[in-house]
């Protein structure tokens, strides 16, 4: 495989294609040889009226067997984290022996809970037995995450999925998706890779738990009723109270729930919480409202963001990365939460300085994202505040050294 990243902060979006075209065409020397077989495209939300020309530009500047991207709140790529200002990112490579089928979706396309795994594979039309990996990229508004991934996991059981929930916009209609030479403003666009290519997931979390484990009482869609007997908000008052003066002002900042994947009385296999934003409070009611629908008898427990945490998860999950069957990756996507980056480390290009120290200075691309996707341990999970990678790899021929 050979890869390449580029990046560029030009205020013009005719120029930052231009700065990142010339990036790559040092590389890659696209005006020489053949077209790559892959390149993704992030755009942050600056250039938002720029939108509709930029996937003729791609096409006629980036080209690519395959050209997919979206919007995003800030873009990475080439190492570096562009975040508050406009950004282009991209990362384009070469896979031989491997292939990538591109897909979009819209909701209406999905199908329902009961349909049999044949509707899915006839959806994107992929073989599943052939499929290694998915590359996604939804958007929240327009899409539901969870039933695209739960009918991915169904259809395609074996293959990892990985990518961010698209940014940069308010609310329905105002999100990219680049695809086939069009931008869409609704659905998902991803990409299925068949051959010899696999994408390794590494997920680092950047919040730490506060209180303890409650079991969910009472709860209606995604309002929290009741915790272990309690109101749910009385609850949460008697865990600021008791809580250090540090845990305090984090807690005033931003206070996350975390739900564990497994109900009460089930056995805890990994004691992973899924992170989701607390969205407000009901004091008449005594009920918390989540970024999420919980269940009755699933356990929680509030969460921060703590940048000293964060780094150290970071840096841990990349280590354990490292020692287990490592392979230096050809390439690596990066899918951070809008809440990381300068705005819990107070320093640009944090996370990704230490994905270079760590990993190697592989080409790095990607977005901050509305959620991240990842496969780990044979379960897809759409997480919240975390930094999530996608390594692309060769298949594993015999163990580096």
Request: hydrophobic fraction near 40%; proline fraction near 6%.
């Amino acid at each position: 495989m050979h890869w390449t990243s580029a990046v560029s902060d030009a205020p013009s979006f005719s120029e930052a294609i231009e700065q990142v075209t010339e990036q790559i065409d040092g590389t890659l020397a696209l005006e020489d040889g053949p077209e790559p077989d892959i390149t993704l495209v992030f755009v942050s939300r600056h250039h938002a009226p720029s939108y509709f020309v930029a996937p003729e530009l791609f096409s006629s500047r980036l080209r690519g067997k395959v050209l997919v991207g979206c919007s995003a709140s800030g873009v990475i790529g080439a190492g570096r984290e562009i975040e508050g200002r406009p950004g282009v990112a991209v990362s384009s490579g070469f896979m031989p022996g491997a292939k990538a089928h591109p897909f979009y979706v819209k909701q209406d396309d999905l199908p329902d809970a009961d349909a049999p795994p044949e509707k899915w594979q006839d959806l994107l039309d992929v073989d599943p037995q052939k499929v290694q990996s998915f590359l996604l990229f939804p958007d929240p508004y327009t899409i539901r995450p969870d039933a695209l991934l739960a009918g991915l996991d169904f259809a395609f059981p074996n293959a990892s999925k990985t990518g961010g929930l698209v940014s940069g916009g308010s609310g329905p209609g105002t999100n990219a998706l680049f695809f086939d030479g069009k931008m869409r403003r609704s659905g998902a666009t991803g990409i299925a890779f068949t051959g010899d290519v696999e994408l390794e997931s590494v997920v680092s979390q950047a919040c730490r738990p506060i209180g303890r484990p409650m079991v969910v009482t009472e709860a209606a869609e995604n309002l929290l009723l009741k915790l272990d007997g309690e109101s749910a908000l009385k609850t949460l008052q008697s865990v600021f109270k008791a809580a250090t003066p540090e845990s305090k002002s984090l807690i005033r900042r931003s206070v996350q729930i975390g739900i564990l994947n497994r109900y009460s009385g089930e056995p805890d296999d990994s004691g992973e919480y899924v992170i989701r934003n607390v969205l407000g409070m009901v004091e008449e009611t005594g009920a918390v409202a989540v970024g999420d629908t919980v269940r009755e008898g699933q356990v929680v427990q509030f969460h921060v963001s703590d940048a000293q945490v964060a780094e150290q998860e970071l840096r841990a999950s990349l280590g354990e990365y490292v020692a287990n069957d490592y392979r230096i990756p050809a390439s690596a996507l990066m899918f951070s939460c809008l809440s990381l980056g300068k705005r819990l480390h107070g320093q640009p290009d944090h996370d990704t300085s230490i994905f270079q120290d760590l990993v190697a200075p592989v080409p790095l691309a990607g977005f901050f994202s509305n959620g991240e996707i990842s496969t780990t341990d044979g379960h897809t999970r759409l997480h919240g505040y975390t930094s999530s990678f996608a390594m692309f790899r060769a298949k594993a021929r015999e163990r580096a050294k």
